[in-house]
């Protein structure tokens, strides 16, 4: 039995700490830690404009700055209407910074994506009017579940807290 225990020791012993496959994980986790930023503000810039065009809206992102666990940053934010002859819908920012939330609270409690939400110097012109009605699609009616499913799939990614820094806002509404 003893013999048997020292050969395992001895086996233990002789066995090399695998520093090549050490060197290799860390090379690799550094690489992938430089160039985070860059392939997630071009995953982010794709994705907001693929958002924008579905809704009907242009938009325009100067720089994004985004690494994991950080805010999130906007610089120079335009938003136009694509059609003009239907809304006059403009919205230009200085900055919008977007906190992610806690990752154990989004993956296991349910929490908000966005923790805050922090705009700068906007200038906006928001046109509530209605479009030609005739160009609208007619929208199906959901039931109450699938209604109360889709408004907190969207309160998922809503920021809980909003904050506007030096606003210039005009709405255009119906019968003004």
């Not at 520093?19 to 995953?43: K, M, Q």
């Not at 699609?137 to 889709?150: C, E, Y």
């Not at 904050?163 to 709405?171: G, I, K, P, S, T």
Request: hydrophobic share 45%.
């Amino acid at each position: 039995m003893t013999s048997r225990m020292k050969t395992l020791v001895d086996e233990q012993r002789a066995r090399p700490i695998p520093w090549r496959s050490l060197l290799v994980l860390a090379t690799c986790a550094l690489v992938i830690w430089l160039i985070h930023p860059a392939v997630f503000s071009s995953v982010l810039r794709l994705t907001l404009d693929r958002a924008a065009r579905e809704a009907g809206l242009q938009l325009e992102v100067g720089e994004i700055r985004a690494r994991l666990s950080q805010p999130i940053v906007f610089d120079r934010v335009r938003v136009r209407a694509t059609n003009a002859d239907e809304s006059q819908t403009a919205v230009d920012a200085a900055r919008v910074e977007l906190s992610p939330g806690r990752l154990w609270s989004i993956l296991f409690d349910g929490g908000r994506f966005f923790r805050a939400a922090i705009i700068q110097d906007v200038r906006a012109v928001l046109d509530l009017r209605r479009g030609d009605n005739r160009q609208r699609k007619p929208v199906a009616q959901a039931n109450q579940r699938d209604q109360r499913t889709q408004r907190e799939r969207m309160l998922h990614w809503l920021p809980e807290y909003v904050a506007v820094q030096r606003a210039n806002l005009e709405l255009l509404a119906a019968g003004q």
